[in-house]
């Protein structure tokens, strides 16, 4: 490979190519995970469903959510979590059976039942004023369940594949013949085009915002007619053609509970 090309991209950022020679690409996943929501509360599952399609959304992981006010994993099998309301919830004296592959979320705002809940084990806590950001540390906590549910883009390797996480990929950005695939630190370059990726990557929360760029919506900051800022404090151009579609974007993904307040209050 030729030296990596200039952009946003080199500032810091360490690059890896592989060179598949422009083979098939696809989006997969192993397994849906199982996501269920433990509680008598209304209100709580409302807001608790609500955000976990909207963390599966941003974070590109398969999850199936479903509602429960009985304390029991699923025997189905697969990557699975159980966000248990100790605060509502009447608990056995024994935990359930719980398979290698569940997580435990134990959300409670009394001293007293969250350290009789250290027992089983739970991988985080929450209290029940939790917010958005809150939900996702808890969740990356449980990062080993969920990784069966995660969509890679997968690709021809040598004699192997390759996967890349679409969950971590801040941007794409256009190489040549080449994509470059930003994930912070570090980026992935593989032989697609752009419009290849474009038609490939999930819509939301991958959106294409110049002819050489595609930006992940959850890693948005703000935005003026002509770039688009990101965390990390990298700028990309915005081209003429997408800023409507951008600014649309970026309305309804903030419509939820990941709104942004550090947004262009023009938007």
């Not at 110049?210 to 959850?218: A, T």
């Not at 935005?223 to 688009?228: G, K, Q």
């Amino acid at each position: 490979m030729g030296d990596a090309p200039s952009g946003p991209a080199d500032a810091g950022v360490g690059i890896r190519s592989l060179i598949n020679g422009g083979l098939g690409l696809s989006v997969v996943y192993d397994n849906p995970v199982l996501a269920r929501v433990c509680t008598t509360s209304d209100k709580l599952a409302e807001r608790l469903l609500f955000m976990l399609r909207r963390w599966a959304l941003a974070e590109c992981v398969m999850l199936t959510v479903e509602r429960t006010d009985t304390v029991a994993f699923s025997e189905s099998g697969g990557g699975q979590l159980l966000l248990l309301d100790m605060d509502s919830v009447e608990l056995p004296d024994i935990m359930p059976p719980r398979p290698a592959e569940a997580g435990l979320i134990v959300i409670s705002g009394d001293a007293g039942r969250v350290i009789r809940s250290y027992r089983w084990h739970p991988a985080a806590f929450l209290k029940p004023d939790f917010d958005q950001r809150r939900l996702t540390d808890a969740l990356t906590a449980c990062e080993r369940f969920l990784q069966r549910g995660r969509h890679g883009l997968e690709s021809p390797y040598r004699r192997s594949s390759f996967r890349l996480p679409l969950g971590r990929v801040r941007y794409v950005e256009a190489a040549a013949h080449y994509c470059l695939f930003n994930q912070g630190k570090t980026s992935i370059r593989l032989r697609f085009s752009i419009d290849e990726m474009e038609k490939t990557l999930p819509d939301p929360p991958f959106i294409r915002c110049h002819r050489s760029y595609i930006v992940h919506l959850g890693a948005v900051t703000g935005m003026t007619y002509t770039a688009v800022s990101l965390r990390g404090g990298v700028t990309l151009p915005l081209g003429r053609t997408y800023v409507r579609s951008l600014r649309a974007a970026l309305r309804t993904w903030q419509g939820g509970e990941y709104k942004n307040d550090d947004l262009d209050p023009g938007l």
